[in-house]
């Protein structure tokens, strides 16, 4: 049973428009969501992540937004560019134990 | 400073051969993950050394497979009688400790291929 569901499985945007990747999980013990960014022959490097006391977090471009009651978290790229270019992992886990990961969603912003 | 780095970078094996892949974490690292990540899909956990304790190996998809963590430091995860499906990137990553597991640092993976 796959603990975390990402979509869309791959995404294009235009250069200097919003990306957005939804995650639904159904545990909810999970109390750490984070999301990685890999590029091709490289491993996953974290990105953002958020605890579930709040409901958004914003670093740069990136800003995760979270809803406990609906279990989903999504992922906002703003002002996305060519060099976003990768693939996004969303994760969850339950006291810093094992983590389970979305099967990542390919995006392609286009110059 | 220096990553986690892995070796080999690529593998190919023909089915029933035993592979061993080699993760060298951050130093000073005590904890130790093993993933494989299957094309299109995301990352499946193996296996998680933290320190002197025993590791959690609840993610080994069969018996075939086992790792061993060395001084705490480099770890080699066994493949045994490899099979076409073990077929896959296979990643490790290292944490400060537990407590900071969260951040952790993927090395670039070993891509093993079984023919």
């Known amino acids: 049973q796959q603990q975390v569901k990402q979509s869309p499985q791959s995404l294009i945007v235009q250069k200097g428009g919003i990306s957005i990747i939804n995650c639904a999980y159904e545990n909810t013990a999970f109390d750490y969501f984070p999301w990685y960014q890999q590029f091709p022959g490289k491993g996953p490097a974290l990105l953002i992540a958020?605890?579930?006391?709040?409901s958004e977090k914003k670093e740069g471009r990136f800003t995760i937004s979270f809803n406990k009651s609906a279990k989903q978290f999504s992922l906002h790229i703003m002002d996305s560019q060519p060099g976003d270019s990768a693939t996004y992992f969303c994760?969850?886990?339950?006291?810093?134990?094992?983590?389970?990961f979305g099967s990542g969603t390919k995006l392609n912003v286009k110059p | 400073g220096a990553g986690v780095s892995q070796s080999p970078s690529n593998k190919v094996t023909e089915k029933g051969k035993d592979v061993e892949l080699r993760c060298d974490p951050i130093?000073?690292?005590?904890?130790l993950y093993w993933y494989r990540q299957s094309l299109g899909q995301g990352l499946e956990f193996l296996i998680y050394?933290?320190?002197?304790?025993?590791?959690?190996k609840s993610g080994l998809p069969s018996d075939r497979f086992s790792a061993e963590r060395t001084g705490g430091s480099v770890s080699t995860l066994t493949i045994q009688r490899t099979q076409q499906e073990d077929s896959a990137v296979y990643l490790c990553a290292s944490a400060r400790d537990k407590r900071e597991v969260h951040e952790q640092y993927f090395g670039p993976g070993t891509r093993l291929t079984v023919t």
């Open positions: 994760a969850a886990s339950n006291s810093f134990n094992k983590f389970y």
């Open positions: 130093s000073g690292h005590t904890a």
């Open positions: 958020i605890r579930p006391d709040v």
């Open positions: 050394f933290q320190g002197n304790s025993a590791p959690d």
